[in-house]
Structure formats: structure tokens, C-alpha cells
Nanobody, 119 residues
Framework: VQLVESGGGLAQPGGSLRLSCTVS????????VGWYRQPSGKERELVAA???????NYADSVKGRFTISRDNNKNTAYLQMNYLKPEDTAVYYC??????????????WGQGTQVSVSS
């Protein structure tokens, strides 16, 4: 199973970015997917997760600003990030889990993509 992330970069406060995670080597529609982030010098934390059945789990700090979604036809998960704040700056990691209902997926990981929010 391979996960490839894209879409990171630099955004201004209040701006938006969309991260993508394409998963290969498995039946994507049966997997749970999620996004984690790790700010420099801090621990990795769950940002958002989406089960195979459509249940979601968001960190309190991103509720109302970030949206996780998936396109099973494209084997891709997305994280739409709106109203970005400097504290959203981190390396963002995509994760997938063969336990489809798991809302803290952790079987497989992407390589990470940097998101920086600064004026």
C-alpha cells in the first residue's frame, strides 16, 4: 500500500489550501483515511479522519475550518483547509487503515507535506 500526498505549500492567514492523498495497492473504498500533522518540535496529532462508511472525526482546533472527504473512484482522500491560521503550520501526513471503521487510522502512512501559514 502506498500513499502519496500533494497540495502543501505556503498560505496567508485566512487563506485556503487543499491536500490530496492518493492511495494505491489496495481496495481504497474499504479503508479508513485520515490526516495528521506535526508542528516543528511537537508531537503528531490527528487532524481529521473519515471511515469507509462516512463517519468523521475532527480535532477541536479545526472544526468548522477543515473538511475531510474522499473520492473512491480516484482512490484519493482530500483535506480542504479554510481560514488557515499560523498555528496550522506543520508537516501534514496522510494515513490509511484496513480497519474501515477506525477513526484514528494508522496502518499506512504517506511521506508528509509541509503546510506553512504566514503573512
Amino acid at each position: 500500500v502506498q500513499l502519496v500526498e500533494s497540495g502543501g505549500g505556503l498560505a496567508q492567514p485566512g487563506g485556503s489550501l487543499r491536500l490530496s492523498c492518493t492511495v494505491s495497492g489496495t481496495l481504497f473504498s474499504t479503508f479508513a483515511v485520515g490526516w495528521y500533522r506535526q508542528p516543528s518540535g511537537k508531537e503528531r496529532e490527528l487532524v481529521a479522519a473519515l471511515s469507509a462508511g462516512g463517519s468523521t472525526n475532527y480535532a477541536d482546533s479545526v472544526k468548522g475550518r477543515f473538511t475531510i472527504s474522499r473520492d473512491n473512484n480516484k482512490n484519493t482522500a482530500y483535506l480542504q483547509m479554510n481560514y488557515l491560521k499560523p498555528e496550522d503550520t506543520a508537516v501534514y501526513y496522510c494515513a490509511a487503515d484496513s480497519t474501515g471503521w477506525r477513526l484514528r487510522p494508522n496502518d499506512y502512512w504517506g511521506q508528509g507535506t509541509q503546510v506553512s501559514v504566514s503573512s
